[in-house]
């Protein structure tokens, strides 16, 4: 058996406002190797962007480990977390950030940029990944010249130009038509069959979940089957 991608044990995150405190992970455990697609389902406010933001080294659990792609994601410091973030794992954020003063090609081309690739190879991969998505033609366009949908879609390939082997998606297809809702959810299920990564998505669209191998439902802090 081959390793696995990602391994959360016992992970729990409480938020504290005043005096409430809100458990919104309790002791939560997961493993997912290369070419498991996963969806998590659950109401809104449940916790699911919280999961992925821990995973994906953007926020720190109270307790328990997580590691990914090589990486004990829970001990990183902030070199190591650059290091994780710009290669080992994509994510695609329920909003968009791009960044607003460079065009939707040089978005693309930054993680490539960031971690030593040569202009002229960022630009044609990104052109790649631009076209495969739909949007080559609004490559010189800046992020407020983009409707919603490209804007989603543009990060997603800014996601994906490094290859990570973790793609986490919060959900990617929130502001795209059905065409294109149709486009992206094969292109990300594609990159775990043809490229054996790692998808682990949420999202409250039960279409959606439905085309991943494994579904598991986020309530009152827990993961469990569906
Ligand atoms: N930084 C934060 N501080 C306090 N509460 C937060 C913070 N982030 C999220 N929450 C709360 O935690 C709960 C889960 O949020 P979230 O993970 O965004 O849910 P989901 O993505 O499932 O809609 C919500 O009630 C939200 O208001
Ligand atoms: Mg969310």
Redesign the pocket.
């Known amino acids: 058996m081959n390793e696995p991608t990602v391994i959360l044990e016992q992970v729990s995150k409480t938020f504290r406002s005043g005096s409430d405190d809100l458990r919104v992970l309790r002791d939560v455990s997961l493993t997912a190797y290369g070419g498991d697609s996963i969806a998590v389902v659950g109401a809104s406010g449940c916790g699911?962007?919280t999961l992925l933001n821990l995973i994906g080294g953007l926020d720190r659990a109270d307790s328990g480990n997580i590691s990914a792609c090589g990486f004990d994601v829970s001990k990183l410091d902030e070199n190591e977390l650059t290091a994780y973030r710009s290669g080992g794992v994509g994510f695609v954020f329920?909003f968009h950030y791009l960044l607003k003063d460079f065009t939707a090609l040089e978005n693309v081309m930054l993680p490539m940029l960031m971690t030593g690739s040569g202009h002229r190879k960022a630009a044609d991969e990104a052109m790649i990944l631009l076209d495969k998505i739909n949007v080559a033609d609004r490559a010189d366009h800046f992020p407020a010249q983009l409707s919603g949908g490209e804007r989603q879609r543009v990060a997603l390939a800014r996601a994906l130009i490094n290859d990570p082997q973790l793609i986490l998606a919060?959900?990617p297809t929130g502001n795209l038509d059905e065409d294109h809702k149709a486009l992206i959810t094969d292109l990300l299920f594609s990159l775990t069959f043809e490229s054996g990564k790692t998808l682990l998505l949420?999202t409250h669209a039960m279409d959606l979940a439905s085309r991943a191998d494994r579904i598991l439902r986020l309530s009152e802090g827990q993961l469990l089957p569906v």
């Open positions: 699911k962007s329920q919060d959900e949420v």
